[in-house]
């Protein structure tokens, strides 16, 4: 008889900020022989594109006091922080404190940090294997499924989790579509070559107003950009700025779950008067956002479909920029360009793009109006944030996926349907036994789920999830093997994939 092997392998695709969390808990966390295979691309784990940034103007968006990567371990990344020997820069206080900003890039290094310690105390029988490569297949089994990996090889796995983060934007709709094949023209705001070749006197359209253009218009002021800086968005509106509350856990929610009003309507009133009796104590808006922040999935989840698409369609601009806020640094930098006229901000609709062979000419519907302005630019880069109606998406692995029936789509567009514990569901509404996911891929289901605390905690859940009902024994090798070639998979249908990621 063959011999059985005991050992559980679960395979995660994607090592950023979500990936390497789910990879750390289940290092720390199991105690059965584990085989844990993180399929990441790019050389650093726990890095994604928000993390991978070089630049020390790109700082968290979180106080460090309130973002440890560890949900029962709060103070967890403040401690770690100050043990550091490292530079926050000139750009913030030398000295961190529980409310100070610091720069994305040390919390890239934090992230990794967590999964070396947990891999480095992790019990003899279970095991980190570091992949960098990229999964191009899969090919679902009677017990979970093939991987196959770009360089060849395969990975039987048990468990998959898809810790995809998000994809690029989409391009603007527009009649004559053209110019997005100009060299002109950059669709990923975090591509390598976005700036490239670009003078300092050259004048810029960002497409987009949030945190992805916060990110692009800084990159442009520590590179002493001196050209004008144009964004256009529907609404115009520019993300607002933290200020010091109470931490969120020890503020109450105003409005109890099985009270909870039915309509944003209703909601949106009680969110007002909330705000206008914290004023009348003194207290700041920032309050009773912050309040809201633990019961906000509950209260997504308790609204009709309806009420969720009405959401999306008029209050959504709005409670982007009060709940996506902005480190006061940041906010400084930001408001400095506004005033000097360098960052002119536009609420319209992109129209037309009219290219010559010294830039381009982009026409502007003006919000709620019938006129049109024409923007002279060198370069239009995309900031519109990551693409999350995955229907619309071009990605060989997404639609196979969809083909095959092992996931669907979010019906609001955003992500896929997903159980409660964070398994995928399949066409038939079914739960997966073998595929998971976290993060941005659940934004449909929990509306609250594209930041730290939220994946930090998922991440947690998931871990127990996939510890507490192990698959049953089977007869598999969970060493990779060689593929000589796809083609004698026939009559199977193969995954294609190669992600971009972004944690938040």
């Excluded at 309050?287 to 009405?310: A, F």
């Excluded at 038939?428 to 930090?456: C, H, M, N």
Aim: hydrophobic share 40%; aromatic share 6%; charged share 20%.
């Amino acid at each position: 008889m063959p011999k059985r092997n005991c050992s559980t392998t679960i395979a995660i695709i994607g090592g950023g900020f979500s990936g390497s969390m789910v990879a750390a808990q289940l290092l720390r966390a199991a105690t059965i022989p584990l085989n844990i295979k993180l399929i990441e691309r790019n050389s650093l784990l726990g890095r994604g594109v928000a993390y991978g940034t070089s630049s020390p103007y790109h700082l968290l968006n979180v106080p460090a006091g309130q973002i440890s990567a560890l949900p029962n371990d709060p103070d967890h990344f403040l401690r770690w922080v100050k043990r550091q020997n490292v530079t926050v820069g000139t750009f913030v206080t030398s000295e961190v404190t529980a409310n100070s900003f610091v720069p994305r890039k040390i919390y890239g290094a934090y992230v990794q940090s967590i999964l070396d310690d947990a891999e480095t105390t992790a019990p003899s029988y279970v095991h980190l294997e570091r992949i960098t490569d990229e999964a191009i297949a899969i090919e679902p089994a009677n017990i979970g499924a093939t991987l196959y990996l770009s360089n060849g090889q395969t990975i039987q796995a048990d468990q998959i989790v898809l810790a995809l983060g998000n994809f690029p934007p989409a391009n603007p709709p527009i009649q004559d579509r053209s110019f997005y094949n100009s060299s002109r023209y950059k669709g990923n705001a975090y591509s390598a070559d976005v700036l490239t070749d670009l003078d300092a006197d050259d004048s810029v359209l960002l497409i987009g107003s949030g945190l992805t253009m916060v990110d692009l218009t800084l990159t442009l002021f520590q590179q002493g950009h001196r050209g004008k800086i144009y964004t256009v968005s529907r609404h115009g509106l520019l993300p607002l700025a933290h200020k010091t509350t109470p931490c969120i856990s020890l503020i109450s929610p105003f409005i109890a779950i099985d009270q909870a009003p039915k309509t944003v309507r209703v909601l949106m009133h009680l969110v007002r008067q909330q705000v206008q009796s914290a004023a009348a104590c003194g207290q700041d808006w920032r309050v009773v956002l912050n309040s809201l922040r633990p019961i906000t999935q509950s209260l997504w989840q308790t609204l009709p479909l309806s009420e969720k698409r009405r959401f999306l369609r008029h209050v959504r601009a709005y409670w982007d920029i009060h709940r996506h806020r902005i480190a006061p640094e940041v906010a400084e930098v930001i408001n400095k360009l506004v005033s000097s006229g360098q960052l002119d901000v536009h609420a319209g609709r992109i129209q037309a793009y009219r290219e010559d062979s010294c830039g381009v000419d982009v026409t502007v519907r003006k919000r709620h109006t019938t006129d049109d302005i024409v923007l002279r630019v060198n370069r239009v880069i995309n900031c519109t944030g990551p693409a999350s109606n995955y229907e619309k998406l071009t990605h060989p692995f997404v639609k196979s996926l969809l083909s095959q029936g092992l996931v669907c789509c979010d019906v609001l567009g955003m992500g896929l349907k997903t159980a409660a514990s964070g398994a995928l569901l399949d066409a038939t509404g079914i739960a997966s036994k073998f595929l998971y996911t976290l993060g941005p891929t659940r934004q449909g289901d929990l509306w609250e789920t594209i930041a730290v605390p939220e994946i930090r905690e998922q991440a947690m859940l998931l871990t127990q999830e996939l510890l507490s009902s192990p698959p049953l024994e089977t007869v598999r090798s969970s060493e990779q093997v060689s593929v000589k070639g796809m083609a004698s998979l026939s009559g199977h249908q193969l995954v294609g994939i190669g992600f971009v990621r972004k944690s938040s």
